[in-house]
């Protein structure tokens, strides 16, 4: 059974920083990307960050939105099973909750909120 967890969501001011982890289960995890997305009250869903599997050998395994370019980093530990977001340069608009993503699974979510 496919389990997601995220942690690490919180408060954060203008142009802080915050790290969030998912702790995965169920699957083999190293074979799967992972993805984070996003969704703010009242706004459509919004792909965040994904991160290839291990089995991505072709250069770069990592995308972004175009709205955390530059700012978010994904990585993950698969000896772990986590997959990370660091969020850096936070703004207000970063505001939502935070959704690790494998497929058609979903964690919980975990809330940030950027404020000052």
């Known amino acids: 059974q496919v389990h997601l967890v995220e942690s690490g969501g919180g408060w954060a001011q203008p142009g802080g920083s915050l790290t969030l982890s998912c702790v995965a289960s169920?699957?083999?995890?190293?074979?799967?990307?992972m993805n984070w997305f996003r969704q703010a009250t009242g706004k459509e869903r919004e792909f965040v960050a994904s991160?290839?599997?291990?089995?991505?050998?072709?250069?770069?395994?990592?995308r972004y939105g175009d709205s955390v370019k530059g700012r978010f980093t994904i990585s993950r530990d698969n000896a772990k099973n986590t997959v990370f977001l660091q969020m850096n340069s936070l703004k207000p608009e970063d505001t939502a909750k935070y959704y690790c993503?494998?497929?058609?699974?979903w964690g919980q979510g975990t809330q940030v909120t950027v404020s000052s």
């Open positions: 169920g699957f083999n995890f190293s074979r799967y990307s």
């Open positions: 991160i290839a599997s291990s089995e991505y050998t072709f250069g770069d395994n990592t």
């Open positions: 993503i494998r497929k058609v699974f």
